[in-house]
């Protein structure tokens, strides 16, 4: 054995310790991780290994928030329309500024994840052609205050 592949044993085996000190399990469908270093967010589209590493450290699972705080409101707001379910950030129109908004609106189904991005300036909503009772959940992106879900 070289030293470079005991190293990455045991590099392995830290991994390992680690993600079970924290509770760590499988990761699942759907599930959003965050590299608290670069920022990066994953998606899991397959689920599989126990963690997510992201500039050598572990991400972290976001867990969406629910309930409105201060000013700024983050949850968000579906209804149906003719050509399916429009979802608007939040109650009043969540900021669209370079250093704040919302990334992303996701509308999840049976089977279905639409994801759409925006950018500032734009609206924070979007239009998705599925009915409003085929949808599971709302979950939407801010770039400051994290993940929030209907
Ligand atoms: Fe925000």
Same mark, same amino acid.
């Given at each position: ?8 044993? =045991? ?11 924290? $509770?760590?399990?499988?990761? *699942?469908? *759907? ?11 994953? &998606?899991?589209?397959? +689920? ?13 699972? @976001? ?6 705080? $201060?000013? +700024? ?5 579906? +209804? ?16 669209? +500024? &370079?250093? /704040? ?12 994840? =639409? *994801? ?10 979007? &239009?998705?052609?599925? @009915?409003?009772?085929? =949808?599971? &959940? ?6 400051? /205050? ?5």
């Amino acid at each position: 054995m070289t030293v470079k592949s005991c190293q990455q044993l =045991i590099k392995n085996w830290q991994k390992e310790v680690w993600t079970k000190k924290k $509770g760590g399990g499988m990761t *699942r469908l *759907r599930e959003l991780y965050r590299c608290e270093i670069c920022g990066n967010v994953v &998606e899991i589209t397959h +689920e599989g290994a126990p963690s997510l590493v992201c500039c050598g450290e572990p991400m972290k699972k @976001l867990v969406a928030k629910t309930q409105d705080e $201060g000013k +700024e409101k983050h949850v968000p707001v579906v +209804e149906g329309i003719d050509a399916g379910t429009k979802v608007t950030v939040g109650s009043i129109a969540h900021p669209m +500024e &370079e250093k /704040h908004y919302i990334k992303f609106i996701e509308v999840l189904s049976a089977g279905r994840v =639409i *994801r759409v991005e925006l950018k500032p300036g734009q609206s924070p909503s979007a &239009e998705v052609c599925l @009915l409003k009772s085929e =949808i599971q &959940e709302v979950r939407e992106f801010c770039t400051v /205050h994290g993940l929030w879900k209907a």
